[in-house]
């Protein structure tokens, strides 16, 4: 069975960091996207940051952009988001998101939740101002 857990969320004051942890477990296919997103209360689930296994390529939202860094470490089966000067509209449920046969499908925007269909369970992020 596919299952992402998200880890690492948290309270912290504007301006700090965090560092959330997406651990990937029963999947075989190396030819997929991991994504981060977001949903604040309210708010539609928006895109974050997201990462391509075949050549490791990252894409970041215009919002996070500088702030956030996606990563992953291929022999533990993680990827991360590396959050710095966090702002309080960064609060938010977080989610890590996967999908495979990235490019056999020709996909190609991988920060539209529309594109994947396993998701964790989120964590959350709250900044206070």
């Known amino acids: 069975e596919e299952r992402l857990v998200e880890s690492g969320g948290g309270l912290v004051q504007a301006g700090g960091s965090l560092r959330l942890s997406c651990t990937a477990s029963?999947?075989?296919?190396?030819?997929?996207?991991i994504g981060w997103f977001r949903q604040a209360p309210g708010k539609d689930r928006e895109g974050v940051s997201c990462?391509?296994?075949?050549?490791?390529?990252?894409y970041d939202a215009d919002s996070v952009k500088g702030r956030f860094t996606i990563s992953r470490n291929i022999n533990q089966n993680t990827v991360y988001l590396q959050m710095t000067n966090l702002k309080a509209d960064d609060s938010a449920v977080y989610y890590c998101?996967?999908?495979?046969?990235?490019?056999?499908?020709?996909?190609?925007?991988?920060?539209?939740?529309?594109?994947?269909?396993?998701w964790g369970q989120g964590t959350q992020v709250t900044v206070s101002s």
């Open positions: 998101a996967a999908v495979g046969s990235w490019t056999l499908h020709g996909r190609i925007n991988c920060l539209l939740p529309a594109e994947f269909d396993i």
């Open positions: 990462i391509l296994s075949n050549d490791g390529s990252t």
């Open positions: 029963g999947f075989s296919d190396d030819d997929y996207a």
